[in-house]
């Protein structure tokens, strides 16, 4: 029997929690199907984001960052992590501000170890050989960091967009595509390379990284938003520098951490995708992000793919990390220091 003594007593046991509850500041962020995005989630399951006073609610994982981008703007997230989707909406004038890396380097200019273009054995496409590319049908997803890929593999190949079919193709579609022979070749960001070499017989890796583009992958969340919530923004960025780090050093408790958040995603594909992706795993900001998305913008309009530019410097907020990364050192202290020509501060500009 329930007494009024026990019941108050309960009562009593249980207000510091409910008090403690009404401390946290809610915070509402999304993800894509991405092994890269994978710091996220691993900032809630090992309560990075409960030790900072944040209770993070995660939206399910989108199938690319235009969709991610979609549920920012209707208001089911406050941030998401996304890449060149970024470039594409604010063109197309949606306000947005980059706070961080989610994925990407900010010590070099070149990241694209998570990327790699996979093929049909019998596609005719020979491995290192980008000019086989030439007539044949090639999944990506348009206006992702996989468009920006494959159209820098084309260059470097010496092709141009229209000596290929590009397939407008979400991810977790792509393996599917290329065994149904309704595809070539596809590029993508893993998991889905590694689960294609798996799951389609005689699938060739063609490429992987090669240093073709500058990953592309930001924290992001709209102007008003980022202005209003400073405090919470660098408590966000503090628990996902944690958890990045935690991942680098313990990659495969972090690649199944990968498994309950990737619909379908096997341990050993995801621990083979970890692999890569700890070498991008670096939240730090740099002028390296900074070219790493103008040189982005560029090659989409230059190839005719976006109709304007814009200065990449307004769609930056760098002080919330800058902070970050000068008030916690030690959340970094397993990376590589940021060349000196590269480092940021209060009044950084990026110039082309």
Known sequence: MITRRTA?????????????????????????????????????????????GLDVDIARPYATGVDALN?????????????????????????????????????????????????????????????????????????????????????KGGLAPGDVTLVNTPPPDMTVALLAKGIDAFVGWDPWPIVALKDVPGAVEIIRGGDAIAYVGFNVGLRPWVAANGPTIEKFLVAVSEADQWMRKNPKPAAQVATRWIPGLRQEIAEAAMEFNIQQADRRLSANNYRAMHEALDRLHRLGFLRATFDVNKHFEPKHMVKVMQDHPALFSDLPPIPADAAIGPGFVFKP
């Open 8 to 52: 108050l007593a309960g009562t009593l046991l249980a207000a510091p929690a409910l008090a403690y509850a009404q401390q946290m500041t809610k915070l509402k962020a999304g993800m894509v199907t991405g092994i890269d995005q994978i710091g996220l989630p691993i900032a809630l399951e090992r309560g990075f984001f409960e030790k900072q």
């Open 71 to 155: 549920a920012l703007q209707a208001g089911e997230s406050n941030i998401v992590q996304v890449g060149v989707p970024m470039i594409g909406a604010v063109v197309r004038g949606m306000d947005l501000v980059a706070l961080a890396n989610y994925s990407g380097k900010a010590t070099a200019r070149g990241s694209d170890a998570t990327m790699a273009l996979v093929a049909r054995g019998d596609s005719g496409i020979t491995k290192g050989n980008l000019a086989s590319l030439k007539g044949k049908r090639i999944a990506a997803s348009f206006g992702t960091i996989n468009h920006l890929y494959i159209l820098a593999l084309l260059e």
